[in-house]
């Protein structure tokens, strides 16, 4: 089977594999790295730098925590609960966009309840006694360890499966190994018929984790130091909000790009399996051994700031969602939307429209939300203050990211739009940022 036109690359082929070989190689002992740094390198990657000064390359293997029979308890644990919470757990069935060759996925939302249950579940085991959080920290390398080679080997079964056992159209090869790796070869893959694997990589094991890791950061610090720093506080009131947000607005999540044009594979599956719960939950890992004072009024002058941007970030994907569901009939601060009827043709010859808003957040840029979501990353760091850089590699991480994705998406929609989508560009010219990008 050919693979759609989803699976071409928005680079040139010599970034193409430069960036694929790269991640793919580098990613892992990252983690590990960011990890050893974090929690015994009291965060400086200049004691990190003297520590293979002495000791080379044989140091990064002394270093490299071996998975153990407890680290792969705890993921075991883990996961069998989110994926039994998600295909037990009552929900509401949500239609996912029709995909090019004209398959609409059916979900069961049920994010939002999953994620409380894992909150109320994983604290209660801590209050009564019966699990101690702690051990999850004491165990992090360990467990890193383990799902660096673990996500690998399950990227590798995704890779057989969209060979052998696609389910659904949606899927195919492009000739390449490494790009059908790295790039996925099924866009909405399952096991059975309920089973969504995407919506459990992203959501209920990678975004949940970050969750879970938040409150264990917590709970670490004040096992160690007898009490909770208002720092570490802001940073795990923000990073909770935010993924409650995410949960919130779950459903409308799976009209991103991250499920609805991205196709399963070492990029997405891995990383929401490894580099989420490692470095999007990385600024909670050093204000475990840095608990900082900031002091009333700026703790609750950065959480009130922080707060403001998450709010605004749901702002942006909420009147999307409500200016999509009723075919562009609602109000946009409180006037008629202002929009775009654009029409494309799917991969199978058929004549399809889209409503594109021009008005609101949306007015200001096609992906003004992820500004907000930047800043919001950066208010959650900014608690463990400026002494050292590495607690901002996720900030540095996320505007990288979302740049990168804005580019495929322009691309993706140019050649999906056409003229219509020049029409768009002339009338929201600003990628991002209005007036820089």
């Known amino acids: 089977m050919a693979a759609s036109s989803e699976t071409k690359t928005v680079h040139s082929p010599l970034v193409t594999y430069a960036s694929m070989l790269s991640l793919l190689t580098f990613c892992p002992p990252f983690v590990i790295l960011l990890w050893y740094t974090m929690v015994h390198a009291d965060g400086s990657i200049t004691q990190t730098g003297n520590y293979f000064k002495q000791h080379g390359l044989q140091g990064f293997i002394l270093?490299?925590?071996k998975p153990t029979?407890?680290?792969?308890?705890?993921?075991?644990?883990?996961?069998?609960?989110?994926?039994?919470?998600?295909?037990?757990?009552?929900?509401?069935?949500?239609?996912g966009p029709m995909s090019p060759t004209g398959h609409c996925p059916v979900?069961?939302?049920?994010?939002?309840?999953?994620?409380?249950?894992?909150?109320?579940?994983?604290?209660?085991?801590?209050?009564?006694?019966?699990?101690?959080?702690?051990?999850?920290?004491?165990?992090?390398?360990?467990?890193?360890?383990?799902?660096?080679?673990?996500?690998?080997?399950?990227?590798?079964?995704?890779?057989?499966?969209?060979?052998?056992?696609?389910?659904?159209?949606?899927?195919?090869?492009?000739?390449?190994?490494?790009i059908d790796f790295y790039w996925g070869m099924e866009l909405y893959p399952r096991i059975g018929k309920d089973f969504d694997i995407k919506v459990f990589t992203n959501c209920r094991f990678g975004m949940?984790?970050?969750?879970?890791?938040?409150?264990?950061?917590?709970?670490?610090?004040?096992?160690?130091?007898?009490?909770?720093?208002d720092s570490m506080l802001v940073n795990?009131?923000?990073?909770?909000?935010?993924?409650?947000?995410?949960?919130?607005?779950?459903?409308?999540?799976?009209?991103?790009?991250?499920?609805?044009?991205?196709?399963?594979?070492?990029?997405i599956c891995w990383g929401c399996l490894v580099w989420v719960p490692s470095v999007y939950t990385s600024p909670g890992m050093y204000l475990v051994n840095h608990p900082i004072n900031l002091g009333t009024q700026l703790a609750v002058c950065i959480l009130v700031t922080g707060i403001?941007?998450?709010?605004?970030?749901?702002?942006?994907?909420?009147?999307r969602q409500e200016f999509r569901q009723p075919n562009g009939r609602c109000l946009i601060w409180g006037k008629a939307p202002s929009k775009i009827v654009a029409s494309y043709t799917t991969t199978s010859g058929e004549t399809k429209t889209s409503l594109l808003l021009?008005?609101?957040?949306?007015?200001?840029?096609?992906?003004?939300?992820?500004?907000?979501?930047?800043?919001?990353?950066?208010?959650?760091?900014?608690?463990?203050?400026?002494?050292?850089?590495?607690?901002?590699?996720?900030?540095?991480?996320?505007?990288?990211?979302l740049i990168d994705r804005a580019k495929r998406d322009d691309d993706r929609c140019r050649s999906k739009y056409g003229k219509y989508w020049k029409l768009y560009c002339e009338k929201v010219p600003y990628k991002i940022l209005p007036g820089v990008y």
């Open 69 to 95: 029979a407890t680290a792969w308890k705890i993921i075991f644990c883990y996961g069998a609960f989110e994926a039994a919470l998600q295909l037990f757990l009552p929900g509401k069935r949500v239609q």
């Open 107 to 178: 979900y069961k939302a049920n994010g939002m309840a999953a994620y409380f249950l894992t909150l109320f579940t994983y604290l209660s085991l801590w209050w009564f006694g019966i699990f101690n959080p702690a051990v999850v920290y004491d165990c992090l390398g360990e467990i890193f360890s383990a799902l660096i080679f673990g996500s690998f080997i399950f990227c590798i079964f995704l890779y057989v499966k969209g060979h052998l056992a696609p389910s659904s159209t949606d899927s195919g090869s492009c000739g390449n190994i490494i």
């Open 308 to 319: 403001l941007c998450i709010y605004i970030n749901y702002d942006c994907d909420r009147q």
């Open 236 to 267: 795990t009131i923000l990073m909770l909000v935010y993924v409650t947000k995410f949960f919130w607005w779950e459903a409308g999540y799976w009209n991103t790009m991250d499920i609805a044009h991205d196709r399963a594979g070492f990029y």
């Open 358 to 401: 021009t008005s609101g957040w949306w007015g200001l840029s096609p992906r003004f939300h992820y500004v907000p979501e930047i800043l919001a990353a950066f208010f959650w760091t900014v608690p463990a203050l400026f002494n050292h850089f590495l607690p901002y590699f996720y900030v540095v991480f996320l505007t990288i990211l």
């Open 208 to 229: 949940m984790s970050w969750a879970v890791l938040a409150v264990t950061y917590c709970i670490k610090q004040h096992e160690q130091n007898g009490r909770v720093a």
């Open 63 to 65: 270093i490299w925590p």
